[in-house]
């Protein structure tokens, strides 16, 4: 079968060079790509924001199951633009993205269906949003503009004056455009975050091997958030136990709470948990398979990827079994210098090759590009997520920053705490 991957990211790398092992895939094709891809499957010169060119596209490929990477493209319809056509498209339609795309949805979903979150209230006016700030007595709060923001729209507020300030940033200044039109002010939830990534076809929930995100910018979880610094799998701190809970107070309910208000779920369900003294609570849904998350669990997930996606799309996940390695895997992610706020692009990397040939090692490539003289230079703000395999997370950790050591280009940072936290 032909698979195209929509996206251009870290992820997208990911998931094409799991899929391309598949007996079952003769071809991966990935709109647009990046340098990495490249050496998987094709990349796609084509507008794929125009769906119906996409559409078009496909038809003319024999394409015969599409994969979108990013919430942009399920917010913005791609599975609804399939429908109709004999083409199976893998997530949620439009409606059922909201559950990422919209926070105040998936706040509100949350308290109608008794799912444990953070208390919160939401804001349309900018006044409004101060008034409560000022009727409040003491912090800490988390703002959150309501949209999409490449997960840089939320900001853990220590008193209530940093709150008024990024309120004003995100409404009145407009820091993340429309997505800050409405904002939802949460309860600080206090514990350790660990990730779950779950398949379902809207019947069967098949959760992914666990792992732990790393969303501040510098070490120790200082700084601004950013679509995130690295990840490791499994996160020790999820217990068997823990997941039992997960399972029945959240992705269970979550599922049949959409299913209920008439928003099928289907496709990859990220649960963002906080586990709290009085158990694990969501922080935020996504609707689509995580970065940096997807590259440690696909680093360790022994089943076929293409038969687990296409169960999904079909209905069938009851039928199949996952199995995982037993090692651990890490992923530290390469930025350039400035992100998540401006940064250069075109820097020119070294010690790609010697990095790619260490064992049980890949170099996952997000905005890296090849230029005219064939050189792989830095194309966005997280240019290389670094991940290896080891016999447990100290050594999965210990083969990534090797990796790391042997990678550079002007400007290039990363965490040095990736998998602490574990260890």
Known sequence: MKILIVGSGGREHALAWKLAQSPKVDRVFVAPGNSGCAGVGECVDIDVGNFRALVRWARERGVGLVLPGSEAYYAAGIVDAFQGTDIPVFGPRRAAAELESSKSFAKGLMRRHGIPSADYAQFE?????????????????????????????????????????????????????????????????????VTILALTDGKTIAPLASSQDHKAAFDNDEGPNTGGMGAYSPAPILTEEILDEVVERIL???????????????????????????GPK???????????????????????????IEATVR??????????????????????????GRYEKGKVVSGLEKAEARPDTVVFHAGAKRNRQGQVVTDGGRVFGVASLGRDISAAVANAYRAVGDISFDGMRFRTDIGRKAL
């Open 125 to 193: 006016q900018f006044e409004t949003a101060m008034r409560y700030l000022d009727s409040r007595t003491e912090g800490p709060l988390v703002v959150k503009a309501d949209g999409l923001c490449a997960g840089k729209g939320v900001e853990v507020c220590r008193d209530l004056d940093q709150a008024r300030r990024a309120v004003r940033r995100m409404m009145r200044d407009r820091e993340f455009g429309d997505a800050g039109a409405k904002v939802v002010l949460e309860d600080l939830l206090r514990g350790q975050e």
């Open 252 to 278: 269970v309910p979550t599922v049949h709470a959409m299913n209920e208000e008439g928003r099928r779920f289907r496709g990859l369900l990220y649960a963002g948990l906080m586990l709290t003294d009085g």
């Open 282 to 308: 969501v922080l935020e849904y996504n609707v689509r398979f995580g970065d940096p998350e997807t590259q440690p669990v696909l680093m360790r997930l022994q089943s076929d990827l293409f038969d687990l």
């Open 315 to 340: 209905g069938r996940l009851a039928e199949q079994t996952l199995e995982w390695r037993e090692e651990a895997a890490a992923c530290v992610v390469l930025a350039s210098g400035g992100y998540p």
